[in-house]
């Protein structure tokens, strides 16, 4: 879940009291959220740089930085703001705001024109204006630090949604949102003083440490998409990086925010969390202006859409799910701590309204659970589920039992079972296996923490090894196997990838055991029911010999099925064997479990 950084203080004057760290902690709980970690800006610093503590010198004079959990479908909590906001209202320190557009005519409003050819790169865009914003340096670095939270998870790193804010008095209306060759598009990009083409911009930022990360999104794209004023000064060009020109700074007051997305759902949400949030710093507090964004094709919207729906709940819906007996008044009271308005409709019905805030309430039990944070989850009583039907049969997945079966019979052949990790570095997966990397198998972590996590394992036989490297002054022979899934990219799935589950197991010792390796893949075929049968016959199971580079030639052969091949086993390579610096020679088998289902 997302991990909110916020100014103890700040946080609390926010909140017009002063907590115990066990009070507030209390109070995230009784909210549903969680107090994760207690810092200082030093600290998280040297954490980042993998620094010393140094003994925590001068970290007493530092604000403290509260780290809290948020649910990640709760994207109105991801700033202060928000978190405050709704904390006053569980407190009953003030009543749920009302959000509403500024009164101004169509004729008045600031327009976005949208050309047809952003539908073939980024189709949408939404947008707003927050006026008489006053910031101070907090309150500004949480608005940037709210876009960046939002980026990294309802905009999926921007491929969804891309945010750019501007200061509006830089800037003259009406705007238009185009998409362009990058030859074409020249402007001075934010935090810089030279003037690039859009192409140009591209290499630029291919040593940017934060923003290479999204060049994919649009680099080999013909044309760019990029955000005009009428003066033809370049707002932004999404999902990348805003114009220098249009700049916020501690001293603007006027606001424009545009959000160009894939996604017109996602992107509304987004563009209602951020003026929602900070258009308590506005003039008018909670006042929003809207723009009308008028597409080629003659449509026309105004955004943003701050309507509240409504959703009928029955009362015995809630008290059945809760697990409480609540009285209609008693919800209604609940729910208005939650920032849910809520009144009696009917005997056995409540209409819930649903704020532009709360993106996360889909369905009746979204109602339901935050009646049951609102009551306590520790004041639920506690009682014994009686089946009101005849119990449900459940039985095992089919993979799963025979896997379970696999495992035994291993077992009862003398081998420990082990259990590494599915994520592992492009080093171990391919050149000390001594594998080619064809691009084809490996499916790749974007922006990994460490090398260690670089891509998802397409053979256990790294793990197995590892394994064994950390145990090698264990007594010999040591016999281990593993029964888990690989991963291999696949074009015909809807997600481009596919899990697969293997069985690997290895001999080590000071021999290298490829008899007993052999002896496990026979034992094993016999308790599937597969019969040995001669060379090219189909109807069981037989080997022939094979090239892989990770075993000994001529010391190796292929584990053939039904006429297809499901595995392999052999005396592994002195030099795969040195790479992962085990000194006794070994022997493996790894086969495709499915195949023999």
Same mark, same amino acid.
């Given at each position: 879940?997302?991990?909110?950084?916020?100014?103890?203080?700040?946080?609390?004057?926010?909140?017009?009291?002063?907590?115990?760290?066990?009070?507030?902690?209390?109070?995230?709980?009784?909210?549903?959220?969680?107090?994760?970690?207690?810092?200082?800006?030093?600290?998280i610093i040297r954490k980042e740089k993998?620094?010393?503590?140094?003994?925590?010198?001068?970290?007493?004079?530092?604000?403290?930085?509260?780290?809290?959990?948020?649910?990640?479908?709760?994207?109105?909590?991801?700033?202060?703001?928000?978190?405050?906001?709704?904390?006053?209202?569980?407190?009953?320190?003030?009543?749920?705001?009302?959000?509403?557009?500024?009164?101004?005519?169509?004729?008045?409003?600031?327009?976005?024109?949208?050309?047809?050819?952003?539908?073939?790169?980024?189709?949408?865009?939404?947008?707003?204006?927050?006026?008489?914003?006053?910031?101070?340096?907090?309150?500004?670095?949480?608005?940037?630090?709210?876009?960046?939270?939002?980026?990294?998870?309802?905009?999926?790193?921007?491929?969804?949604?891309?945010?750019?804010?501007?200061?509006?008095?830089?800037?003259?209306?009406?705007?238009?949102?185009?998409?362009?060759?990058?030859?074409?598009?020249?402007?001075?990009?934010?935090?810089?003083?030279?003037?690039?083409?859009?192409?140009?911009?591209?290499?630029?930022?291919?040593?940017?440490?934060?923003?290479?990360?999204?060049?994919?999104?649009?680099?080999?794209?013909?044309?760019?998409?990029?955000?005009?004023?009428?003066?033809?000064?370049?707002?932004?060009?999404?999902? %990348?990086?805003?114009?220098?020109?249009?700049? %916020?700074?501690?001293?603007?007051?006027?606001?424009?925010?545009?959000?160009?997305?894939?996604?017109?759902?996602?992107?509304?949400?987004?563009?209602?969390?951020?003026?929602?949030?900070?258009?308590?710093?506005?003039?008018?507090?909670?006042?929003?202006?809207?723009?009308?964004?008028?597409?080629?094709?003659?449509?026309?919207?105004?955004y943003p859409d701050l309507s509240i729906?409504?959703?009928?709940?029955?009362?015995?819906?809630?008290?059945?799910?809760?697990?409480?007996?609540?009285?209609?008044?008693?919800?209604?009271?609940?729910?208005?701590?939650?920032?849910?308005?809520?009144?009696?409709?009917?005997?056995?019905?409540?209409?819930?309204?649903?704020?532009?805030?709360?993106?996360?309430?889909?369905?009746?039990?979204?109602?339901?659970?935050?009646v049951a944070i609102a009551y306590g989850?520790?004041?639920?009583?506690?009682?014994?589920?009686?089946?009101?039907?005849?119990?449900?049969?459940?039985?095992?997945?089919?993979?799963?039992?025979?896997?379970?079966?696999?495992?035994?019979? %291993?077992?009862?052949?003398?081998?420990?079972?082990?259990?590494?990790?599915?994520?592992?570095?492009?080093?171990?997966?391919?050149?000390?296996?001594?594998?080619?990397?064809?691009?084809?198998?490996?499916?790749?972590?974007?922006?990994?923490?460490?090398?260690?996590?670089?891509?998802?394992?397409?053979?256990?036989?790294?793990?197995?090894?590892?394994?064994?490297?950390?145990?090698?002054?264990?007594?010999?022979?040591?016999?281990?196997?593993?029964?888990?899934?690989?991963?291999?990219?696949?074009?015909?799935?809807?997600?481009?990838?596919?899990?697969?589950?293997?069985?690997?197991?290895?001999?080590?010792?000071?021999?290298?055991?490829?008899?007993?390796?052999?002896?496990?893949?026979?034992?094993?075929?016999?308790?599937?029911?597969?019969?040995?049968?001669?060379?090219?016959?189909?109807?069981?199971?037989?080997?022939?010999?094979?090239?892989?580079?990770?075993?000994?030639?001529?010391?190796?052969?292929?584990?053939?099925?039904?006429?297809?091949?499901?595995?392999?086993?052999?005396?592994?390579?002195?030099?795969?064997?040195?790479?992962?610096?085990?000194?006794?020679?070994?022997?493996?088998?790894?086969?495709?479990?499915?195949?023999?289902?």
């Open positions: 879940m997302p991990t909110v950084g916020v100014g103890r203080d700040r946080l609390y004057a926010a909140l017009g009291k002063t907590y115990t760290q066990e009070e507030f902690e209390e109070l995230c709980f009784d909210f549903g959220i969680e107090l994760d970690d207690v810092t200082t800006e030093k600290a993998h620094l010393d503590d140094e003994g925590g010198k001068g970290d007493e004079d530092e604000e403290v930085i509260y780290k809290i959990e948020v649910p990640a479908n709760r994207y109105d909590l991801l700033c202060l703001e928000g978190i405050a906001q709704s904390l006053r209202v569980f407190n009953g320190q003030e009543d749920i705001p009302t959000y509403k557009l500024a009164n101004i005519s169509k004729e008045s409003m600031i327009k976005m024109h949208v050309k047809s050819e952003t539908s073939s790169i980024r189709p949408f865009v939404v947008c707003a204006v927050l006026r008489g914003v006053t910031f101070d340096e907090a309150s500004y670095n949480s608005f940037i630090d709210l876009q960046d939270k939002l980026h990294q998870n309802i905009c999926r790193r921007r491929t969804l949604v891309a945010i750019g804010t501007h200061d509006l008095d830089t800037l003259q209306a009406p705007f238009t949102y185009e998409a362009l060759p990058p030859s074409s598009i020249n402007f001075v990009p934010l935090k810089q003083v030279k003037n690039f083409r859009a192409d140009e911009l591209m290499e630029f930022y291919k040593s940017d440490l934060k923003l290479k990360k999204f060049l994919h999104i649009i680099e080999n794209s013909p044309v760019f998409p990029v955000l005009y004023d009428h003066k033809r000064t370049v707002l932004s060009l999404p999902p %990348i990086i805003n114009g220098a020109h249009s700049a %916020i700074t501690l001293k603007t007051k006027n606001v424009f925010v545009e959000c160009t997305a894939t996604d017109l759902t996602k992107a509304k949400i987004v563009l209602n969390t951020i003026v929602t949030a900070f258009s308590a710093y506005c003039k008018r507090k909670f006042e929003i202006e809207p723009v009308e964004v008028l597409y080629s094709d003659g449509s026309s919207h105004v729906y409504n959703m009928d709940v029955s009362l015995s819906y809630v008290n059945s799910y809760a697990g409480v007996s609540l009285e209609a008044k008693e919800v209604t009271g609940l729910l208005k701590r939650m920032q849910l308005h809520a009144e009696q409709s009917k005997s056995d019905n409540i209409t819930v309204s649903v704020p532009p805030t709360r993106s996360d309430i889909l369905h009746p039990c979204d109602v339901v659970e935050d989850f520790n004041n639920i009583p506690m009682r014994k589920h009686i089946p009101t039907s005849e119990p449900v049969s459940l039985k095992p997945l089919a993979l799963n039992e025979f896997t379970e079966l696999i495992r035994s019979e %291993i077992a009862m052949n003398g081998f420990t079972e082990v259990l590494t990790f599915i994520l592992g570095s492009w080093k171990e997966n391919f050149p000390m296996l001594r594998c080619k990397d064809d691009k084809s198998k490996a499916v790749v972590i974007g922006n990994p923490r460490s090398s260690d996590c670089e891509l998802v394992r397409t053979s256990l036989m790294p793990g197995i090894l590892k394994t064994v490297n950390n145990n090698k002054d264990h007594p010999k022979p040591i016999k281990i196997f593993e029964v888990g899934d690989i991963v291999l990219l696949d074009e015909k799935t809807d997600v481009g990838a596919r899990n697969r589950c293997q069985l690997a197991a290895l001999y080590c010792g000071a021999t290298s055991g490829l008899e007993l390796i052999h002896g496990l893949v026979d034992r094993i075929m016999e308790a599937v029911g597969a019969s040995f049968v001669p060379l090219g016959d189909n109807t069981g199971y037989f080997i022939e010999t094979s090239d892989d580079p990770e075993f000994l030639p001529g010391r190796q052969a292929s584990i053939i099925y039904k006429g297809k091949r499901i595995g392999v086993f052999g005396i592994l390579h002195p030099e795969v064997l040195n790479n992962f610096d085990i000194p006794d020679p070994c022997s493996y088998v790894e086969l495709n479990v499915e195949s023999l289902l």
